[in-house]
T-cell receptor, first 111, second 112 residues
């Protein structure tokens, strides 16, 4: 049983560009959450998707947007990249409140 | 608001030493508490959890007891191994919320 799958694993982008990160949840999970983890910090909540709708959002600007597809997979889009967006982006899936399963993350570097 | 405070790292120990990583929380209500572990280059893995006061979560030799009176959930292990080297995150989840709040993480380095 595959866990949470994220792609790509690493990515380098230039300031001002746009990026799309992808996540496939664990089989049977219907909720996907995205987190940003800066170096040496804990994960910061970006938003959560359930039933293809954004259910809750953290304190991130509108440059961060997302989508959930009917098969529960999800995308995170970031526009107008800044150097400060460099981080590990984690996707976590869950079913109701039965605990999160995290993917290995996408390491984004903005130069 | 809700928050989790962990002890600063890194915590450096020799193999077979006793481990304690402190975690305290502030919450409006009675949260569930979690410890996650992150190995280098990987995502977070749930290590253990406790859902009510005086519950003890345990897994792989690690233990943590939910102490409501001290709002704490300290992680302990009697004898650490080199393979335990990782970053440990304490987190809380309030009933009715879907989003856990994480601490900043504590790095553990175990030397042979």
């Amino acid at each position: 049983d595959a866990g949470v799958t994220q792609s790509p694993t690493h990515l380098i982008k230039t300031r001002g560009q746009q990026v799309t990160l992808r996540c496939s949840p664990k089989s049977g999970h219907d909720t996907v959450s995205w987190y940003q983890q800066a170096l040496g910090q804990g994960p910061q909540f970006i938003f959560q998707y359930y039933e293809e709708e954004e259910r809750q959002r953290g304190n991130f600007p509108d440059r961060f947007s997302g989508h959930q597809f009917p098969n529960y997979s999800s995308e995170l889009n970031v526009n107008a990249l800044l150097l400060g967006d460099s981080a590990l982006y984690l996707c976590a899936s869950s079913l109701v409140d039965n605990g999160y399963t995290f993917g290995s993350g996408t390491r984004l570097t903005v130069v | 608001g809700n928050s989790v405070t962990q002890m600063e790292g890194p915590v450096t120990l020799s193999e077979e030493a006793f481990l304690t990583i402190n975690c305290t929380y502030t919450a409006t209500g009675y949260p569930s508490l979690f410890w996650y572990v992150q190995y280098p280059g990987e995502g977070l893995q749930l290590l253990l959890k406790a859902t009510k006061a005086d519950d003890k979560g345990s897994n792989k030799g690690f233990e943590a007891t939910y102490r409501k009176e001290t709002t704490s959930f300290h992680l302990e292990k009697g004898s650490v191994q080199v393979s335990d080297s990782a970053v440990y995150f304490c987190a809380l989840l309030l009933g009715g919320s879907y989003i856990p709040t994480f601490g900043r993480g504590t790095s553990l380095i175990v030397h042979p």
